[in-house]
């Protein structure tokens, strides 16, 4: 099953409700919410209180928290009590993300781990069974609205030949032209922005990329 995942900080701030509620009412699966720490990337987003408003508004949405942060550990439990259901890492903090998973994990939160686009398929390799979903970074971290970098989608490939049967995410500059090839190449869940909720009709954007599966 594709999931579409809307990703929120493409929403307009001003009307956040009733935005994410569009994009919702157009068929999105869940919701994905990017935190920024300005040093581990080069921007500021939200803290947990995003995540505590968001399950306010939306009590039955899933979210998929992405923190491209420096010190996540410091953070899973305060998102786990706003409203997480899922927290991705970056493998690229170092030896630590390890046990910042098992830290998700045993805070009964679904656990993934994120890779930039430099970052290669087979550093996960030793971890794959510990997670429930990895999420591949199809632009560098940090800004909504860039350009797909395609060759980062075959690390999806080279995941699933590699026995991974977890959810995996293409997160970055993904729209209808070339979400078919995020799906050829094993990408099940489908992080959006731009492409959501700056469309005319997000329905007909995701109704079509839904048909592509069973194309
Ligand atoms: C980028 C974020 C993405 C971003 C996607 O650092 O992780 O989730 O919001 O936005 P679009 O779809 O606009 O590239
Ligand atoms: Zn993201």
Redesign the pocket.
């Known amino acids: 099953m594709i999931e579409i995942a809307a990703?929120i900080?493409?929403s307009d701030f001003l009307y956040m409700k009733d935005d994410v509620q569009r994009i919702l009412d157009a068929g999105a699966d869940l919701l994905?919410v990017?935190i920024?720490d300005a040093h581990f990337?080069p921007?500021l987003s939200f803290g947990p209180e995003i995540s505590r408003a968001l399950r306010r508004g939306f009590p039955q949405e899933q979210q998929d928290v992405?923190l491209?942060m420096t010190h996540p550990e410091d953070y899973i439990e305060a998102f786990s009590k706003a409203g997480a259901n899922e927290i991705t890492i970056h493998l690229e903090i170092g030896e630590k993300a390890i046990k910042t998973i098992h830290t998700i994990k045993d805070m009964g939160l679904k656990a993934g781990l994120t890779l930039k686009p430099d970052t290669s398929a087979d550093s996960l390799f030793p971890y794959l069974d510990l997670l429930d979903l990895v999420l591949i970074?199809t632009?560098?971290?940090?800004?909504?609205?860039?350009e797909?970098i395609p060759d980062a989608l075959n690390k999806a490939s080279i995941l699933r030949s590699h026995g991974f049967k977890g959810c995996i995410s293409a997160?970055?500059?993904?729209?209808p032209e070339n979400a078919g090839l995020a799906i050829a190449h094993g990408v099940n869940r489908l992080?959006?922005?731009?492409?959501?909720?700056k469309a005319q009709d997000p329905a007909k954007v995701i109704k079509e990329i839904k048909a592509m599966e069973q194309a």
């Open positions: 990703s900080l493409a994905h990017d920024m990337v921007n992405h491209m970074m632009v560098e971290p940090g800004f909504g609205g860039q797909l997160d970055g500059g993904i729209g992080v959006m922005g731009t492409a959501l909720f």
